[in-house]
T-cell receptor
Framework: AQSVAQPEDQVNVAEGNPLTVKCTYS??????LFWYVQYPNRGLQFLLK??????LVKGSYGFEAEFNKSQTSFHLKKPSALVSDSALYFC??????????FGPGTRLSVLP | DTEVTQTPKHLVMGMTNKKSLKCEQH?????MYWYKQKAKKPPELMFV???????INESVPSRFSPECPNSSLLNLHLHALQPEDSALYLC???????????????FGEGSRLTVL
């Protein structure tokens, strides 16, 4: 069965500093990995995905993620955090069917 | 802006009421989803329709009844709900996998349901 872990409930970072939100996964077969962001009382917004190819994936709003097969990780990164990046972030994996499995979420707070 | 539209945005209903949540997408996606989300928790899958047929039902109580009238529309009929059913209900769509599951989910903004 597919599973996703986000080991940190909360990440705090100062504005302008780099940020990392961690994700590890467990899948059978090739991983199809996704990052989503959710602002209060809103739906989830797609940030980026890894399907195949380059291990560094670039996405929306300056975010990127690094796929590491040996460590089964897919960490989300941004070189310089903004206060407006403060939100709830979900990592997810898709199986060969229609099912997406979400991690528990990480709350990112960017402090001015 | 989301391309998945959900109505209503807010709904308050009593335990004896019957109501429906509606979802619409015009991206040509053939997979549509209902998720339930409690505060600060990940979305929990309820139902998946693939090519207008129910393909996944995650053991959801029968007081929730999904319907997919056509490839663009998805409804969730609600009847005799309990207060613990209060949550944000999210609709999403994606390209159907057909053995190539690379498409991402597109979410609507959700319907905030309160059951009194």
């Amino acid at each position: 069965a597919q599973s996703v872990a986000q080991p940190e409930d909360q990440v705090n970072v100062a504005e302008g500093n780099p940020l990392t939100v961690k994700c590890t996964y467990s899948v059978s077969g090739n991983p199809y990995l996704f990052w989503y962001v959710q602002y209060p009382n809103r739906g989830l917004q797609f940030l980026l995905k890894y399907i195949t190819g380059d291990n560094l994936v670039k996405g929306s709003y300056g975010f990127e993620a690094e796929f590491n097969k040996s460590q089964t990780s897919f960490h989300l990164k941004k070189p310089s955090a903004l206060v407006s990046d403060s939100a709830l972030y979900f990592c997810a994996v898709r199986d060969y069917g229609q099912n997406f499995v979400f991690g528990p979420g990480t709350r990112l707070s960017v402090l001015p | 802006d989301t391309e998945v539209t959900q109505t209503p945005k807010h709904l308050v209903m009593g335990m004896t009421n019957k109501k429906s949540l509606k979802c619409e997408q015009h991206m040509g996606h053939r997979a549509m989803y209902w998720y339930k989300q409690k505060a600060k928790k990940p979305p929990e899958l309820m139902f998946v329709y693939s090519y207008e047929k129910l393909s996944i039902n995650e053991s959801v109580p029968s007081r929730f009844s999904p319907e997919c009238p056509n490839s663009s529309l998805l409804n969730l009929h609600l009847h005799a709900l309990q207060p613990e059913d209060s949550a944000l209900y999210l609709c999403a769509s994606s390209q159907a996998s057909q053995g190539n599951p690379t498409g991402e989910l597109f979410f609507g903004e959700g319907s905030r349901l309160t059951v009194l």
